[in-house]
C-alpha cells in the first residue's frame, strides 16, 4: 500500500488554507515533500472564488466584511463556494503528475479522487456516488463538490464535505440580490444541495466526518495515511503566501 503524508484536521483562516495547499505543492514539484492528503477548517468562515471568476460579481463583500466573513480566490477552477467553520471539512490531495491517483483524462482524475468521498459516505451509512464533473451526490443531491488546479508539475484537488447546510446565509453571502430571494429559490437549492446531518437525521459530529474521511481516501485510493505535518520551508512559503498573495486586494480582484 502506497504510503501519503497525512495532515490531520487542522484550524485556518482561508488565506493560511490555500497558502498551505500552494505550498505542499511548490515543495512537492521540488520533490522535497511525499504525496499528501489534508483536512481543514475555515475560521472564520469563508467564500472562496475559482479562479477564472471576478469576486464583486459573486460575493457580497460588504455583508462579508461587516461580518467577519473572509473571502478569497482559489487557484483551482470551479464556482464560488461558502465554507461554513460549523458546516464542512475540506480535503485537500496532492501529487505529482503522472501520478497513478492522476490520470491525464481530467474527468477520470475526478472520479479517481472523489471516490475518496463516496467511501467516505459509504463509511457514515451513506450511498453516494460521483457525478461528473466533479460532484458527489447522495440521492440526486450535491453533498460534495470538488475542485483542481495541474500546475508546478503537480494535481492539487481540494473539496468540501457538507456536514451542514445554512441556504440563508450563503444567498446572503453570494451575489443574489435580496429582492430575488424566495421561497422558491431557497426550496430548489434545498432540492439539488444536502448534507450529512440532513441526510441522517441526527447531529453528526465534526470528529465522526473526520475519521470517515481519513477512512475513506485510505480505502478508495489504497493508501496508507503516515501522520506527518508541515516541513519548515512548506511553513515559511505558507507565510509568505498567506501575506503577500491570498490575503492582497489584487489576488483576490484581480478580476
Same mark, same amino acid.
Given at each position: 500500500?502506497?504510503? +501519503? ?41 469563508? &467564500?472562496?472564488?475559482?479562479? #477564472? ?5 459573486? &460575493? ?10 473572509? #473571502? ?27 501520478? *497513478? ?10 472520479? !479517481? ?16 456516488? #460521483? ?31 457538507? !456536514?451542514?447546510?445554512? &441556504?440563508?446565509?450563503? #444567498? ?16 430548489? &437549492? ?6 450529512? *446531518?440532513?441526510?441522517?437525521? *441526527? ?21 496508507? !495515511?503516515?501522520?506527518?505535518? !508541515? ?17 492582497? +486586494?489584487?489576488?483576490? +480582484?484581480? *478580476?
Amino acid at each position: 500500500m502506497e504510503e +501519503f503524508r497525512f495532515i490531520d484536521l487542522e484550524v485556518h483562516t482561508a488565506f493560511e488554507n490555500m497558502a498551505i495547499d500552494e505550498a505542499i505543492t511548490l515543495a512537492m514539484k521540488e520533490t522535497k515533500v511525499p504525496p499528501t492528503l489534508r483536512l481543514y477548517r475555515w475560521s472564520p468562515s469563508a &467564500v472562496s472564488i475559482g479562479t #477564472f471568476q471576478g469576486m464583486k460579481d459573486e &460575493v457580497d463583500v460588504d455583508f462579508c466584511q461587516s461580518n467577519g466573513i473572509d #473571502f478569497i480566490r482559489r487557484i483551482t477552477g470551479g464556482g464560488a463556494v461558502f465554507h461554513d467553520y460549523e458546516g464542512e471539512v475540506t480535503y485537500s490531495i496532492i501529487m505529482p503528475k503522472g501520478h *497513478r491517483l492522476a490520470p491525464t483524462d481530467i474527468l477520470e482524475s475526478y472520479r !479517481l479522487l472523489c471516490g475518496g468521498i463516496v467511501k467516505t459516505l459509504e463509511h457514515l451509512g451513506i450511498e453516494g456516488e #460521483f457525478k461528473p464533473i466533479n460532484d458527489v451526490d447522495v440521492g440526486g443531491k450535491k453533498v460534495s463538490g470538488n475542485a483542481m488546479t495541474r500546475r508546478y508539475g503537480c494535481v492539487l484537488q481540494h473539496g468540501t464535505t457538507l !456536514l451542514d447546510l445554512d &441556504v440563508n446565509l450563503m #444567498f446572503t453571502i453570494l451575489k443574489v440580490p435580496q429582492e430575488k430571494i424566495s421561497d422558491k429559490m431557497i426550496a430548489d &437549492v434545498k432540492e439539488r444541495v444536502t448534507s450529512i *446531518r440532513d441526510i441522517l437525521d *441526527r447531529d453528526v459530529h465534526i470528529s465522526e466526518l473526520q475519521e470517515a474521511l481519513k477512512r475513506g481516501f485510505s480505502d478508495a485510493l489504497d493508501i496508507e !495515511l503516515i501522520p506527518g505535518k !508541515l516541513t519548515d520551508e512548506e511553513k515559511e512559503t505558507a507565510t509568505r503566501l498567506a501575506e503577500e498573495k491570498y490575503s492582497s +486586494f489584487e489576488w483576490n +480582484f484581480s *478580476r
